[in-house]
C-alpha cells in the first residue's frame, strides 16, 4: 500500500472548523477577566497548545479565571459557531475505505471533544483514537501525544503522518519521527507553517 498508515491528525482547524469558536472565547475571556481588546494574532498565537497553557500566556497569575471564562463561553456557544470544512468528511471516508488507521491528536479536553462530536456525530466514527489533553503528562510542541496515538494504534512512526494547522503540530509530528503535513486553512498563515519545515503544505 501507498500512502501513509496510520494517518494522525490534529482537531481544530484540521477536522473542523473551530476558528470561530476559539476566537470568540479566547476574545471574550481577555476582555471580562483583565479589560483588554487584542487582534487575533496575538489572541491566537498559541493554539495547538492546551487552553489552561494559553491563558498563562496572556496572565499567568489569572490563567485559571481566564480559562473558566473561557470554557463558558465555548461550551455555550459550540453547536452554532462550529462548522464543518468542505471535502474533509469524505477524504476521510475514503482513507478509512482505503484501509488506513485514523486518529485525532488534539489539545482539546474529552469533554470539550465531545461536544464537538455532538455537532458533528459522522466524524467520530471515522477515527479508532482520539488522543485528548488529559491522555498524556506532557503537549504539544512535545512528541508524547503523537507517540501516545501510535502505540494505541499498535504503529511505529515509520509511514505514519501528523496533519496540523498549527507550528506545534509540526514540532510535535517531527520529534515523533513521522511526516508533517501542514495545511493552511486554519489558524495560521501559510509562512509561519512553511518555516516550521513540513514535508509537505495542503491548500
Given at each position: 500500500?501507498?500512502?501513509f498508515d496510520?494517518?494522525l491528525?490534529?482537531?481544530d482547524?484540521?477536522?473542523?472548523?473551530s476558528?470561530?469558536?476559539?476566537?470568540?472565547?479566547?476574545r471574550?475571556?481577555?476582555?471580562?477577566?483583565l479589560?483588554?481588546?487584542?487582534?487575533d494574532?496575538?489572541?491566537?498565537?498559541?493554539?495547538?497548545?492546551p487552553?489552561?497553557e494559553?491563558?498563562?500566556?496572556f496572565?499567568?497569575?489569572r490563567?485559571?479565571e481566564l480559562?473558566?471564562?473561557y470554557?463558558?463561553?465555548?461550551?455555550?456557544n459550540?453547536?452554532?459557531?462550529?462548522?464543518?470544512?468542505e471535502?474533509i468528511?469524505?477524504v476521510?471516508?475514503?482513507?478509512?475505505a482505503?484501509?488506513?488507521?485514523?486518529?485525532?491528536v488534539?489539545?482539546?479536553?474529552h469533554d470539550?471533544v465531545?461536544?464537538?462530536?455532538?455537532?458533528l456525530?459522522?466524524?467520530r466514527?471515522?477515527?479508532?483514537?482520539?488522543?485528548?489533553?488529559?491522555d498524556?503528562?506532557l503537549?504539544k510542541p512535545?512528541?508524547t501525544p503523537?507517540?501516545e496515538?501510535?502505540?494505541?494504534?499498535?504503529?511505529g512512526?515509520?509511514g505514519?503522518?501528523y496533519?496540523?494547522d498549527?507550528?506545534?503540530?509540526?514540532?510535535?509530528?517531527?520529534?515523533a519521527g513521522?511526516?508533517t503535513i501542514a495545511?493552511t486553512?486554519?489558524?495560521?498563515?501559510p509562512?509561519?507553517?512553511?518555516a516550521?519545515g513540513?514535508d509537505a503544505?495542503?491548500?
Open positions: 500500500m501507498s500512502g496510520p494517518i491528525l490534529d482537531l482547524g484540521t477536522v473542523i472548523d476558528v470561530a469558536l476559539i476566537r470568540g472565547p479566547h471574550h475571556a481577555v476582555k471580562t477577566v479589560g483588554e481588546d487584542w487582534p494574532e496575538r489572541l491566537v498565537a498559541n493554539v495547538g497548545r487552553l489552561l494559553q491563558m498563562a500566556v496572565a499567568p497569575d490563567a485559571d480559562y473558566g471564562v470554557r463558558e463561553w465555548n461550551h455555550a459550540t453547536a452554532h459557531l462550529l462548522e464543518q470544512y471535502g468528511t469524505e476521510l471516508t475514503d482513507l478509512r482505503a484501509g488506513r488507521r485514523l486518529g485525532i488534539t489539545s482539546k479536553s470539550a465531545a461536544l464537538a462530536w455532538g455537532v456525530p459522522h466524524l466514527e471515522l477515527f479508532d483514537v482520539v488522543i485528548g489533553a488529559e498524556t503528562a503537549h512535545d512528541p503523537v507517540r496515538a501510535l502505540a494505541r494504534l499498535g504503529a512512526a515509520t505514519a503522518c496533519v496540523g498549527a507550528p506545534f503540530d509540526l514540532r510535535a509530528g517531527r520529534a513521522v511526516a495545511v486553512w486554519g489558524f495560521f498563515a509562512a509561519d507553517l512553511i516550521e513540513p503544505v495542503v491548500d
